[in-house]
T-cell receptor, first 113, second 116 residues
Framework: DGGITQSPKYLFRKEGQNVTLSCEQN?????MYWYRQDPGQGLRLIYY???????QKGDIAEGYSVSREKKESFPLTVTSAQKNPTAFYLC????????????FGPGTRLTVL | AQKITQTQPGMFVQEKEAVTLDCTYD???????LFWYKQPSSGEMIFLIY??????QNATEGRYSLNFQKARKSANLVISASQLGDSAMYFC?????????????FGAGTQVVVTP
């Protein structure tokens, strides 16, 4: 089945630790995206990548880093520099045009203890 | 800068009735796409319907239709014959050709609760 997988579903982290969220897609999409969602709010774009080995900052990139070494994979690292990392993180992919639908993974809920 | 506004934070609707969710947008770009997503309590974002800025007819997908009024910059979602499974958060989103390919701007969402 084609789709987007994210792991883990739930993640707990101690303050000061870096943590990496996984995102994999087998839809053969060029573009991939990371969003953050806080309770009762819409989604905000963290980073996006339109092609392998290239990515751009979104609206709230500070404290996050990404890599895009393979077309299928777009991992997100939440660093210790992110001041308020507890949130729901959603990964998406699309065929890389403003008219193309973004399809989302199931999300990872990160809690900092 | 582009912006999406959803003015209804929450609403109740009776099963089998229709419901309209409001969405207005603001962009100076002539080329853009409008999307509606559903987010149930599980958290996953489910794509519902798409309307392109040059589409002359309103989009429809099963029980979902998009009431697109370009001059008013309005893209309301209509859900006909509501079902209990329609209870969820609904988000309106927009992408424009000039503001980065595929980058989506989301509204704050509308919580819909369908009652028996």
């Amino acid at each position: 089945d084609g789709g987007i997988t994210q792991s883990p579903k739930y993640l707990f982290r101690k303050e000061g630790q870096n943590v990496t969220l996984s995102c994999e897609q087998n839809l053969n999409h060029d573009a991939m995206y990371w969003y953050r969602q806080d309770p009762g709010q819409g989604l905000r774009l963290i980073y996006y990548s339109q092609i392998v080995n290239d990515f751009q900052k979104g609206d709230i990139a500070e404290g996050y880093s990404v890599s895009r070494e393979k077309k299928e994979s777009f991992p997100l690292t939440v660093t210790s520099a992110q001041k308020n990392p507890t949130a729901f993180y959603l990964c998406a992919s699309s065929a890389n045009s403003y008219t193309d639908t973004q399809y989302f993974g199931p999300g990872t809920r990160l809690t900092v203890l | 800068a582009q912006k999406i506004t959803q003015t209804q934070p929450g609403m109740f609707v009776q099963e089998k009735e229709a419901v309209t969710l409001d969405c207005t947008y603001d962009t100076s770009d002539q080329s853009y796409g409008l999307f509606w997503y559903k987010q149930p309590s599980s958290g996953e974002m489910i794509f519902l319907i798409y309307q392109g800025s040059y589409d002359e007819q309103n989009a429809t997908e099963g029980r979902y239709s998009l009431n697109f009024q370009k001059a008013r910059k309005s893209a309301n979602l209509v859900i006909s014959a509501s079902q209990l499974g329609d209870s969820a958060m609904y988000f309106c989103a927009m992408s424009t050709r000039t503001d980065s390919w595929g980058k989506l701007q989301f509204g704050a969402g509308t919580q819909v609760v369908v009652t028996p």
